[in-house]
DNA sequence: AAACACCTTTGAGTGCACTTTAAGTCAACC
DNA sequence: GGTTGACTTAAAGTGCACTCAAAGGTGTTT
């Protein structure tokens, strides 16, 4: 636990995270991340930019736009009285990433049965199936 | 049931589908959708059409490509002997979708310990999982 | 007659999140 | 001493899925 800091150059920095140097350059260029720089003027991270990173990766992940990451950033730069304001972000981003499953996994539920009807599973689907044959016609005309 | 068949013009069906005119004229130009001309040159769709733009937007909504959907529409034209592929289509993006939904879940949930945290309620989580919060407690903002 | 909704083709613009290039410098490693 | 990997700024390119504009046309409604 009490080891010295690592130091990890842009490169290897960017295979730990899983991001191009390219992308990392340019989230600090949008406030999200923030490197050290040696005395060469060359950037350094340490494992606790891992895990800022491993975290608004995170928050990509459900959704979170840029712009909402860059907001959040400045928020938590501005020290606790933020909080409830962050806590309202990532509630209104749960939210949204909640509504998106449900709307997803009612997609899902099409696509099954659709997979179940070419299995011959489904057999009340038959008027479906024959109309939109019939409409499926259409395009082998042209 | 018997009907006559109602006839609808693009501005008309693009409320009833939830769609722009624009879309909806993109559509058919990629093929993704037809649709019949009176007299005069103007479009015109039949409820077989709302079902079918129904279909691809339950295909959209799972993360199929436009360009997947025009194949698989090509697919469809070419009869019955396209029907495993179209179904191995269907499967891999409702694998996909499945896996998609995976991670967000788990994206979610650590957004969803975060909010816990904001609140102080994650004294009574500590049991389930030490390690994992200790690693959320790396977030913790100073 | 004006307003409106539709038609055509072609091409440009939008938004997001990168991704790459250019052109030049610098320093460490083999 | 050449390759590698880093640095800089600014700008252009990519991919997707639209979205809109231009410019001129037809037909129907008020």
Redesign the pocket.
Known sequence: MAEVQRHY??????KLVG???????????QGLVK?Q?D??????YTDEDIRWVGFILHL?GTG??????KRYVKLRAKGDATIPERRAMLQKTKDDAEADIAELQMHLQVLSRKIDWYDGKVDQTIADSESFHDYLQRFNDK
């Open positions: 150059r842009i490169g290897e920095f960017a991001l191009s140097t390219y992308t990392l350059r340019y989230y600090e260029d490197s720089r005395e060469n003027g060359v950037r350094y990509k979170m736009r840029l712009n909402d990451l």
